[in-house]
């Protein structure tokens, strides 16, 4: 059977989207890692997949794959992406909620749902106070994927990332995001992604960073974050959900054979 996908990209973190809308698709673990696989496959940081939605408020269902074969319940970046593919200012299903998206002056901004912040807040502060990691002044949220905040410099993703990933202190691993605080309204940031690595940009993990530098005021809760090929604008909203807006970007379309 012939697969066609398009690969996208939002500032840099890149996609394999493949439709299975109307012809179901099912792909294994060791499917998605060949697929995005950057010498073996075609490559990605993320594999998505279309579905129908379940929810008649939706039109479509979206699901998220790392390339290590993992799956992750939000990505801001591919949310961007979907809605600038099908076009129509869809609302996606995924499986943190439904996430309405539109379009204005060619960038795509998507709801992407109120953060938790209880999320391993106590673990993270236990570690802080007691085991000693660099996680200084650390946060953690989730955004229906885990992410932790370090404010501290970008250059030690590259070094802290992959182990922090895999702490003893993240049961499900986690989304571990660098950032420093440039002023009140901008962010600088790098995250290693969980199951990915480092990547040039996380739209989840801006939506994070803001959240969790708003609970540690140091910024205002509009802020323009700053990642490898670009800024993202990130708004938490005082009824508590987090707006993203950023540009979305398809580089071709193929068929898998
Ligand atoms: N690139 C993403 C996040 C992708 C999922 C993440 N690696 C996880 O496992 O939670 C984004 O733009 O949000």
Known sequence: MSLVFTKMHGLGNDFVVIDGR???????EAEIRALCDRHLGIGCDQLVLLTPPTDPEADVFVRFYNPDGSEAGACGNASR??????????????????LPTWQENGLITVSMGVPKLDWQEI???????????PLYDAAACSMGNPHATLFRS??????LGDALEHDALFPERANIGFAEIRSRTHIRLRVWERGAGLTLACGSGACAAVVNAVRRDLVERTCVVTMEKGDLTITWNEDGAVLMTGPATTV???TLV
């Open 154 to 159: 970008i250059e030690d993703a590259a070094t």
């Open 123 to 133: 673990p993270l502060a236990q570690a802080c106070d007691t085991r000693h990691l």
């Open 22 to 28: 109307t012809t179901p698709v099912t792909l294994t």
């Open 81 to 98: 992406c979907v809605s600038s593919l099908l076009g129509n200012e869809p609302v996606l299903q995924t499986q943190n909620g439904l």
């Open 252 to 254: 071709f379309t193929g």
